[in-house]
């Protein structure tokens, strides 16, 4: 049966309650599809290796036992779990060729992957306030950012994005679906969800629109205001040294802010156009693949310390504490 026959029997008439949905995946080209399996393999693989490498070197090296790697380390875990939600399911349906999905397993993908994202907001969060802490509150730091401040910061963030994922999971699943159930995307999520609807969804976009505020909006506001005063301390230090390593440092985390963010709110502002195009697609792949994958990249290449570390590692050096 091909995509197109498959698609015109399970997209049921007005009234038949849907019970699974279809997902189109990248392309709908089936000659395109190993090159698609081929190159998010690729991805997956560089991307859990990237990270977890850089989680390794963290545990290993006491040099990076600093309340900053602590929070990488945790950004790490992470961007491993995001990649995880979504890319395996999408490779398994491109190997069997099945693109449906049950509305439970879809609602669990969307939970874990609006969870993992909820907690990186928070915790990019942390970190800029630790760069905050380290280069305009030197003298106080090591009391500010102690162990215990950053198991806390942690556990506020997995408890607000928890409570932030079960609020959409939970609104979605008390929408009616009973038209098409064909999602021109490679993974659920909640604009494409809403587009197929047939009850209304404005209560579901006001929560969006307000939860968002919440997760995205106060902490871009947080992040900014740390980031003006960080700047606003390099530029006073004299030496021309410690403001390269000084900037070199946070130009790394404002870079993944950056892309973490405009994607983000590029995907979900948009929730008020007719229709969903392409464009929403490679919105999707930088939220879930490409961002994941970067994130390992930035950080080492632009941090010596990470590298060493790294090197040490690979060279089998047992590092000094």
Known sequence: VSLQELMQLKSGA??????EFILLGLVETPELWPVVFVLFL?????????NLSILAAILADPKLHTPMYFFLGNLSVLDVGCISVTVPSMLTRLLSHKHTISSGACLTQLFFF???VGVDCFLLTAMAYDRFLAICRPLTYSTRMNQTVQRILVAVSWACAFTNALTHTVAISTLNFCGSNVINHFYCDLPQLFQLSCSSTQLNELILFAVGFMMAGT???LIVTSYAHVAAAVLRICSAEGRKKAFSTCGSHLTVVVIFYGSGIFNYMRLGSAKLSDKDKAIGIFNTVINPMLNPIIYSLRNTDVQGALWRMLRGVRPLA
């Open 14 to 19: 007005n009234g038949t309650v849907i019970t």
């Open 42 to 50: 690729f991805a997956y693989l560089v991307t859990v290796g990237g």
């Open 114 to 116: 609006h969870l993992l």
């Open 219 to 221: 902490p871009m506001a």
